[in-house]
């Protein structure tokens, strides 16, 4: 069995009904591209020809017996294709507002654990002739950027696909260890490793709190989680889910990076920051001070985007929101990105051990499900809400031939946020995923909408500066 770290334990240990934990993708394709090769049998033969490449895919869950050590992965049986690829439509002519509302809806199931976590669906029925795939995988097999290199191998560089891999699968073990030996096994484990992580994290933490002191203490401080404002984007949310989207040229968000010398992330998160305010203002619930963000940051070496698993960190930002000047806006927004990037790398620079990889496996399970069976869920959250911005390939890209119009990722939402934002460049353009709970934010697309509203915003200004 190959034991799971204690970050993607984490993942599992969390979900509930209403707090799902998988990633998406929503890939939008023009079937007019492909000769007449796309459709829903041609994406499910691809795929099931690039699974050796997609070990993940073949993956079962274990869990062992009380929690006594992290759960692990073993071979699963051969994958029943039906289930796991599907093929649903829209009513035609679909629109992008029905796309939304259907994957929406798609995505607000949680995945079954008794199979590989991660589905499929190849949607028809759109306008235009448009066709689209949603592909759903556990956040404890991927994070962004191994998401962005498994999208790579299901996809092609020419509307003629490659031929199928003539390497050999790479298999773990085949057989599930009896539940009297994950149980003995996981006590020794636990017994011995706990008390040595422990210490070895105390002494992590003390080395974190002097080498950040300084920051913490300097007149402008680097955005903390707990210091978010209250507003509707956090609460008490259902399952229930609800997507937007929004396509941005990326050329345009590059000409701001290079006239004000600050990051494409930064700009990203201006976007946003105005899109926000904007939209608070419009509900009346703009708050005095910032928001906070957590963006998640990869923690990969740069030969290590395919493995299995998540290796995410975090850094906070101040989204300046409390600020109307667009150009003040994003020079705040940069400014407190910078020193939450200095921040993260001063805590990495001392990290080896995290809280989960601390804890005995079976407390972290019960941590996870008291915070929800409690209804912690209801206190302020951590933050406000999460943003991610992943690089994708900068060239054309196919699916069975036809050409990729759109790739919009789609994050989980997390504790007690009601709203993820992730963004992914792809050929030229910025793709945009805005995923909410209803009961919290009911039309995410109006934030989707309200991201190009803020570059107009923004370059308007720039000129008139």
Not at 160 to 165: F, G, N
Not at 407 to 426: D, K, R, W
Request: charged share 20%.
């Amino acid at each position: 069995m190959r034991r799971m770290s204690s970050q993607d334990a984490a993942f599992l240990y969390g979900e509930t009904a209403a707090w799902h934990m998988h990633v998406a993708s929503l890939v939008i394709v023009d079937p007019a591209t492909s000769d007449g090769q796309f459709s829903y049998e041609r994406v499910r033969d691809l795929t099931m020809e690039r699974l050796p490449q997609m070990p993940q895919f073949r993956w079962m869950l274990v869990n062992v017996p009380f929690g006594v050590d992290l759960p692990g992965w073993i071979e699963g049986p051969p994958i029943d294709v039906d289930y796991h690829i599907k093929s649903v439509w829209l009513p035609a002519p679909g629109s992008d507002i029905d796309l939304c509302e259907m994957v929406g809806e798609l995505v607000a199931s949680k995945l079954d654990r008794g199979r590989p976590l991660w589905e499929v669906y190849v949607i028809g029925g759109l306008e235009g002739g448009r066709a689209a795939v949603l592909t759903k995988v556990h956040h404890a097999l991927i994070d962004g950027v191994s998401g962005a290199g498994l999208s790579e191998v299901m996809m092609d560089l020419s509307p003629e696909p490659r031929a199928a891999p003539t390497e050999g699968v790479h298999v773990i073990d085949i057989d599930r260890p009896s539940d009297g030996e994950l149980f003995t096994r996981g006590v020794i484990n636990t017994a011995v490793q706990t008390p040595i992580r422990l210490v070895r994290f105390g002494a992590q933490s003390i080395r974190q709190g002097l080498a950040a002191s300084k920051s913490l203490f300097a007149p402008k401080r680097p955005a903390m989680p707990y210091t978010a404002p209250r507003t509707h984007l956090t609460g008490e949310f259902t399952a229930s889910r609800k997507l937007g989207m929004a396509t941005i040229d990326i050329e345009r968000v590059k000409l701001v990076r290079r006239a004000f010398g600050i990051t494409l992330n930064d700009v990203v998160l201006g976007l946003c920051a105005g899109a926000l305010r904007a939209y608070l203002a419009e509900q009346d619930d703009l708050p005095e001070h910032p928001l906070v963000v957590q963006c998640p940051v990869s923690l990969r070496k740069v030969d290590d985007k395919d493995s299995v698993g998540s290796k995410v960190g975090s850094m906070f930002v101040e989204l300046a929101t409390q600020i109307e000047d667009p150009i003040e806006r994003l020079e705040a927004i940069a400014a407190s990105a910078s020193r939450g990037k200095q921040m993260h790398n001063t805590f990495e620079e001392h990290h080896h051990l995290g809280v989960t990889e601390t804890a005995p496996p079976a407390l972290i399970g019960l941590a996870a499900r008291l915070y929800t069976t409690m209804h912690l869920d209801r206190v302020p959250a951590a933050v406000n809400l999460v943003i991610s911005n992943v690089p994708g390939p900068p060239v054309p890209l196919y699916v069975a031939g036809a050409e990729v119009q759109g790739m919009f990722p789609i994050g989980p939402l997390l504790l007690g946020m009601g709203l993820n934002i992730t963004a992914f460049s792809h050929n030229g353009h910025l793709d945009i995923g805005v995923l909410s709970c209803p009961d919290l934010v009911d039309d995410p697309q109006r934030i989707a909408d309200g991201i190009q509203d803020a570059l107009d915003e923004l370059e308007w200004a720039m000129s008139n500066a």
